[in-house]
């Protein structure tokens, strides 16, 4: 494998701030292009691609900074980039001809064109004083590598200490997730005390998106090559979801390698391999034909029913985060690909064969994973712990005291 190329990540790219021009408010804290007063629905990557020309407009930005920016460098067509600008244009009631807020810089890039007016944000409310201020995102190192297939995959470093590894779980994003209010707790938290290490998986935020083979074996084979890539020699891992059965196969597979197994709402049996009922196989079919159906579309009204499943207590904020958070980690198409293998998923053989401690928290209520099948993992890894958390969620949000248990758990398993 050859060295690891690296990215440092930047700061926003497009200050939190409130651009107007004409009728138009371009709003970058509230994630929003508005026309007076109603919300104009774009894509992300088209809001993305519109906020890097706003914040910009003194100069033209060319293609190859929006490429970078946009979609962190991934390998994309030009096609992929004109369509974007035509729906900004399109949002804003533009066309290649009038040009009258994109101008094409022939062959070289674009650049916004419309009359400006910069305002900083709204102060938020001032927090009582008894409350502390949320502090801010971790700073964190984004480098790249190869899977053993010639993969890239991206992987970020934030923190320092002793290294605490997280397989890849669906639905990340590295440059987002310390912004999303559904992963950023996580980071942030993780890697107070520790070297917290995490990665995209194949088909998902900054890794690549074209990749070939799916499968589960893929999914592990990539956490070997992040690990490699690092130089780790032995390390705690933790695997949240479907990324605790690529942990329990990389434990089993590399007992010299992982000290301490930490699983999260994980699971040993993916659904279609655990549907015995009619009712639970026709529940597996139709989270295909959700994700076919309305991943691609601005309408939210399918992904949310992935919400109600991941964060059944969530706040009407936390889904519109978590709605953000499918449509810019991955395609329509790779959403089908993950939740196919993810019910192919068998690792009860492997995890008899885990032989290190193992720490499994699971939500009393989950409604995507039920707490039995962390139960059943429980019963399945030798040296194992279950802690049942007072949570109705698949993912625990911040805010919910369950969150709090979860880190004195995991501190405490660490520390040993």
């Avoid at 533009?94 to 062959?107: K, P, Y």
């Avoid at 419309?114 to 409310?125: D, R, V």
């Avoid at 709402?265 to 989270?287: F, I, N, P």
């Amino acid at each position: 494998m050859g060295p690891a190329v690296t990215l440092s990540t930047p700061e926003s790219s497009a200050s939190t701030g409130v651009w107007r021009f004409e009728d138009f408010v371009l709003d970058t804290h509230r994630y929003e292009l508005r026309s007076g007063g109603d919300v104009i629905r774009v894509e992300p990557q088209v809001f993305d691609v519109l906020t890097q020309l706003v914040s910009n407009s003194h100069r033209f930005v060319s293609k190859e900074e929006l490429f970078d920016s946009v979609w962190g460098g991934r390998f994309v067509s030009e096609a992929a980039l004109t369509s974007r600008i035509k729906a900004v244009r399109r949002a804003l009631g533009d066309d290649g001809e009038s040009q009258r807020f994109i101008r094409t810089v022939r062959g070289r890039g674009y650049q916004f064109v419309g009359t400006l007016i910069a305002e900083p944000p709204s102060a938020p409310p001032p927090l009582p004083a008894a409350v502390p201020e949320e502090p801010p995102p971790p700073r964190q190192h984004i480098a790249f590598c190869r899977a053993a297939d010639g993969v890239r995959l991206a992987y970020a470093v934030a923190g320092d200490g002793p290294p605490l590894v997280r397989a890849a779980n669906w639905m990340t994003h590295l440059g987002y997730d310390i912004e999303s209010p559904v992963w950023k707790h996580w980071v942030r938290d993780l890697s107070d005390k520790h070297r917290f290490i995490r990665y995209d998986e194949r088909g998902c935020g900054l890794s690549d998106w074209e990749a070939t083979d799916f499968t589960f074996e893929d999914w592990v084979a990539d956490l070997e090559s992040v690990v490699e890539a690092l130089g780790l020699e032995r390390f705690p891992l933790l695997g949240v979801s479907q990324g605790g059965a690529v942990a329990v196969a990389y434990a089993a597979r590399h007992p010299e390698r992982v000290s301490r197994l930490v699983l999260c709402s994980a699971y040993a049996r993916g659904r279609a391999v655990r549907a015995s009922g009619d009712d639970e196989k026709r529940a597996a079919a139709l989270d295909l034909e959700l994700a076919r159906v309305g991943w691609g579309r601005d309408d939210p009204a399918f992904r949310q029913v992935f919400a109600a499943q991941f964060l059944p207590d969530g706040t009407r904020a936390d889904w519109a985060a978590f709605d953000q958070l499918q449509r810019r980690t991955t395609s329509p198409e790779n959403a089908v690909r993950f939740l196919e293998e993810f019910g192919r998923i068998d690792v009860r053989e492997l995890a008899r064969d885990v032989a290190c401690p193992t720490l499994i928290m699971h939500s009393r209520d989950d409604h995507r994973v039920p707490l039995r099948f962390g139960e059943e993992l429980a019963s399945l890894i030798p040296d194992s712990r279950l802690v049942a958390l007072s949570s109705n969620n698949h993912l625990l949000t911040a805010g919910e005291p369950a969150w709090q248990v979860f880190r004195a758990e995991i501190d405490a398993f660490l520390a040993v």
